[in-house]
């Protein structure tokens, strides 16, 4: 799980390059919206960045039901 967040913390430092956040403070509990931050836009560069990085093809309801860092990973470790 841990590499799989790291992809994520890439993605995201991709999207929100003026952020200062580190990776150390990405944990599986960190909200996506809340947290990050990420309003609808940012949501969808972070959906497009997963699915390029990981090779797979999200569904919207899949989508709607991150929650959370640990919840994308768990998908991706599950799916991807």
Same mark, same amino acid.
């Given at each position: 799980?841990?590499?799989?967040? #790291? &992809?994520?913390?890439?993605?995201? +430092?991709?999207?929100?390059? #003026? @952020?200062? =956040? +580190?990776?150390?403070?990405?944990?599986?509990?960190?909200?996506? +919206?809340? #947290? =990050?931050?990420?309003?609808?836009?940012? =949501? =969808?560069?972070?959906?497009?960045?997963? &699915?390029?990085?990981?090779?797979? @093809?999200?569904?919207?309801?899949?989508? &709607? @039901?991150?929650?959370?860092?640990?919840?994308?990973?768990?998908?991706?470790? &599950?799916?991807?």
């Amino acid at each position: 799980m841990e590499e799989i967040i #790291d &992809e994520l913390y890439e993605i995201y +430092k991709n999207i929100e390059q #003026d @952020s200062e =956040l +580190k990776r150390e403070d990405v944990t599986p509990e960190l909200r996506i +919206k809340e #947290d =990050l931050g990420l309003n609808s836009i940012g =949501l =969808l560069y972070l959906v497009m960045g997963i &699915e390029k990085a990981f090779c797979i @093809s999200l569904k919207n309801s899949s989508i &709607e @039901s991150f929650i959370t860092i640990g919840d994308v990973a768990k998908y991706l470790e &599950e799916n991807a």
